[in-house]
């Protein structure tokens, strides 16, 4: 309701107005920015890339012709000249993480970060990582060394970025979504230029002017990963049949000039997305996230110089069930989090009734129940608020206010809400200071819990029922798997 809210008023104001207090997503000190395009009417022909780490220095990638295997595979063996080292360096630096109850890791200190301009980028980063993760380089059709290992850390980064609250690969739309709201519709705001342009227009000019000028492929070309049909036509396919008729440095020169001109205005975009989600406050939680990334980055890595296999195509049926649950209990995590970190994000549940925020008029902070050893201190603490609570009594409550602390609904009379604080008030037989609110306190309370949920008990692989194909053939690599038709 309230990003409705916040659209109509982007519509009257002619600015994208904020939904966030705080920042969402980890961004990195030295991002790598990938722009891919790959050719029209081809699933993963890749036509051109623009990548980099520094705004000013991008190196520019290009196939002159992409229906080539062998020009495609020696883009693909450029890329992973760019992007193997930039990974390889945070593998040096590791840190020793301490766990109750079991041995301690070691961690990669930090991870990469690469930052494409949409979500069709990611999943072509998906394809193209599909293309080239099955490649060898000996037996038929032989490619780079590099280029297996470039193919299996695209699909790793391609599979991190469906999970919730990971930024391991972040596509900018979908970021500076998370953190305004424009005044057109969300398949508008995939659009790169328009969402810029209503977030931080040109002076003089509002978000709606800016969004519109943005629909001008030749003033903003595509973000990509789709060329414009019309630059296809007057532009790239005349200077394709050139090289094809005669593949000299020309040629080459001749499509570098034009695709550069379709990659530089989202290269300039893409960097100006970072600067304006790094200008925001970050969030309390995101270096909690980013930690679970690095955790998921370090043993991928340790995986690939072990060895390990490409990953296969598909997931077998106990796999993909342990997927689909830890994207779901990361996707209710990162809601709790985020309403956590933010107040903004928080007032959607107030509305809803599944929040409440006010002022505490009554407390009885050394209230105990049972007796003799059973004896446990539960303080009541009563709330006014306006708003509208639809809680029923016994529900658990969690508060920004004081994070690990636990309570649960007694009674809802009205405006007042009297709850009993049952975890997070010390050891001792008082509270420790500051663990019970103080009347007059504003306090904030929610049923959005962040509880450590177990994971779902599974059969092993090879227990697999018949219901579900039965037990799945062990994945050994084979040439058939780099012969798909699209690849």
């Not at 630096?93 to 766990?99: G, K, L, S, Y």
Request: hydrophobic share 40%; charged share 25%.
């Amino acid at each position: 309701m309230l990003t409705a809210l916040a659209r109509l008023r982007a519509v009257r104001e002619g600015r994208a107005q904020p939904i966030a207090t705080v920042r969402h997503c980890h961004v990195a000190e030295r991002p790598l920015v990938f722009i891919p395009l790959r050719l029209a009417g081809e699933a993963a022909a890749p036509l051109a890339a623009m990548v980099g780490c520094d705004p000013a220095a991008p190196r520019l990638l290009v196939v002159p012709q992409p229906r080539n295997r062998d020009l495609r595979f020696a883009f693909a063996a450029e890329l992973a000249e760019v992007l193997l080292p930039y990974i390889e360096q945070f593998g040096k630096r590791t840190e020793t993480v301490e766990r109750r109850g079991a041995e301690p890791y070691r961690r990669c200190a930090d991870a990469p970060q690469i930052v494409v301009p949409n979500r069709q980028a990611v999943a072509f980063t998906a394809l193209l990582g599909r293309s080239t993760r099955f490649r060898r380089p000996d037996g038929p059709y032989p490619v780079h060394p590099s280029v297996p290992v470039l193919g299996r850390w695209l699909t790793f980064f391609a599979d991190r970025a469906g999970y919730p609250g990971s930024c391991l690969l972040l596509a900018a739309t979908e970021a500076l979504a998370l953190h305004w709201a424009s005044g057109q519709s969300d398949l508008e705001d995939a659009n790169l230029a328009a969402l810029l342009g209503w977030i931080d227009p040109p002076p003089g000019v509002s978000g709606a002017q800016a969004a519109q000028e943005a629909e001008d492929p030749l003033i903003w070309p595509p973000a990509g990963p789709a060329t414009d049909p019309g630059f296809d036509n007057e532009v790239l396919a005349p200077a394709i049949d050139a090289y094809a008729g005669s593949p000299d440095e020309q040629s080459i020169a001749r499509i570098r000039r034009a695709l550069r001109t379709q990659l530089e205005p989202t290269w300039r975009l893409v960097w100006r997305a970072i600067e304006l989600l790094r200008a925001l406050p970050a969030g309390a939680s995101i270096e909690r996230r980013w930690a679970h990334d690095r955790g998921a980055f370090t043993e991928f890595m340790e995986r690939v110089a072990e060895g390990a296999p490409p990953q296969s195509r598909w997931d077998g049926a106990v796999s993909a069930a342990s997927r689909l649950a830890r994207w779901e209990r990361a996707q209710v995590s990162f809601d709790v989090q985020r309403a956590y970190d933010d107040p903004l994000v928080m007032a959607e549940y107030r509305l809803t009734g599944e929040a409440f925020a006010g002022r505490v008029v009554a407390t009885d902070p050394e209230r105990t129940e049972g007796e003799g050893r059973s004896r446990k201190l539960r303080p009541l603490v009563t709330v006014e608020t306006g708003d509208p609570v639809r809680l029923a009594p016994g529900t658990v409550l969690g508060t920004p206010d004081r994070r690990g602390q636990e309570a649960e609904v007694v009674a809802v009379d009205g405006g007042r809400v009297t709850i009993r604080i049952t975890k997070g008030m010390g050891r001792g037989r008082t509270p420790a200071p500051g663990a019970v609110p103080e009347v007059g306190e504003r306090v904030c309370y929610s049923s959005l819990t962040d509880d450590f949920q177990a994971a779902p008990t599974l059969p092993e692989p090879e227990a697999t029922p018949w219901t579900h194909g039965g037990p799945a053939a062990e994945y050994v690599p084979t040439d058939e798997d780099a012969a798909e038709e699209w690849s």
